[in-house]
């Protein structure tokens, strides 16, 4: 396959997307396939080398297209979609509570997680503040306060970069989730 | 290894090429290809990512009579490599724990 069939074919394969995308993908692919020659491959070796098309166009495809266009259909809906679509409403609103509360769940524990870290930084520097303007004549409490407000900041400060770190993973999973299930919905598709 | 994980890597190590001098696509590839496997299908995305999130500027050169994509690295992509780094000094924390419990079984 030369460079020309090879574009005109993954061409076919994309022709679902928006132009503008279409000929980025496409532009993109010419580039490389003319920068493999500039580097000495034959044209035949320059394509075969890029891999699987029919991969190279479901990679593109999913990054492209947004999660509603693969769940809301492409053709006007005919009766019998319609009367199966009132019939299983409440399934369907069962199912978006579920994935609603679940994301919610998910955003609240991210957020529940700063928060604490945040209340421990804040209980640490009251504390500190009120051992220092504190009224009560016992100075073995005022000296027990400080120590405890600079623990409860150091573990504010330390726990910070790790509850960073599972937020960006959970948000990663989520993001992973959701292409696993853009991959379902657009081979079902295909 | 983790799809997660090396997507993440993939995002800092391109972005660490192009923080060294303004690349292409192919020549991208040819820096990382030392370091690590990648291929052109999968550095599309990644570039597309990039630049959607601002990491990442595009601007097109001629050269031998046609237009050449380069890249160059964006405030934004600095400070992501940063914060890959940040993060990976408390993966390596966490890694250190987890080892330790395993070793201690």
Redesign the interface.
Known sequence: MNKLEYLSELGAKLRTLPRSELNKVLSYYSEIIDDRMEDGMSEVHAVCGLGDIDEIAQEAILEATPFSNLIIPSRSLSTVDILLLVMSTPLIIALFTLILVFYAGIWLSIIGLFLLDLSFILVGITGIIASIVDFSENSAIQILMFIVSLIAIGIGIFAYSPIKVLSQKIVGLTTWFMRKIKLRLFRKRV | MD??LKR?LLEACVLTVLSKEDS????IIKDLSEHIKV????L??IL??LETQNCVSVYSIEH?G????YYTIEQQGKDKIQDFL??W???L??HKFVQEGANSE
Do not use: F, H, I, M
């Not at chain 2, 291929?39 to 999968?42: A, F, Q």
């Not at chain 2, 046609?66 to 994509?69: A, H, I, P, Y």
């Open positions: 799809v997660q993440g292409y696509g192919y020549k291929t052109e299908s999968t599309y995305p597309k990512r031998n046609r237009l050449r994509k940040d993060d000094a408390s993966l924390t966490l």
